[in-house]
Nanobody, 125 residues
């Protein structure tokens, strides 16, 4: 089983860009579909983006489509979330998550069985 560590969060202004990274330990990273989720204060954790273990398929929440890009480098055991044109509503703790490829790629939190500790993203207006 992999372990996940997110990095790259911070405080930015509206319209800025930020890139989050999620580094995975272990030699089985390529067996996992990867997802990004976020949780704002007082709200439930919500899906942001996901990428197939092969990197060939990606999903995005409607709220980030066209602004965020998810990618992965299996040689570096790392998944990325490029966030552009950030708005205050993007403020949240961002989590990366891993789900075994047998579970399928999707937006449901239940498909992912390994979670990172989260990284805070704050967008000021």
């Amino acid at each position: 089983q992999v372990q996940l560590v997110e990095s790259g969060g911070g405080l930015v202004q509206a319209g800025d860009s930020l890139r989050l990274s999620c580094a995975a330990s272990g030699r089985t990273f390529s067996r996992y579909n990867m997802g990004w989720f976020r949780q704002a204060p007082g709200k439930e954790r919500e899906f942001v983006a996901a990428i197939h273990w092969s990197g060939t398929t990606t999903y995005y929440a409607d709220s980030v489509k066209g602004r965020f890009i998810v990618s992965r480098d299996n040689a570096k055991n790392t998944v990325y979330l490029e966030m552009n044109s950030l708005v205050p509503e993007d403020t949240a703790v961002y989590y990366c998550a891993a789900g075994l490829q047998d579970y399928g790629l999707g937006v449901d939190l239940k498909l992912y069985n390994v979670w990172g500790q989260g990284t805070q993203v704050t967008v000021s207006s």
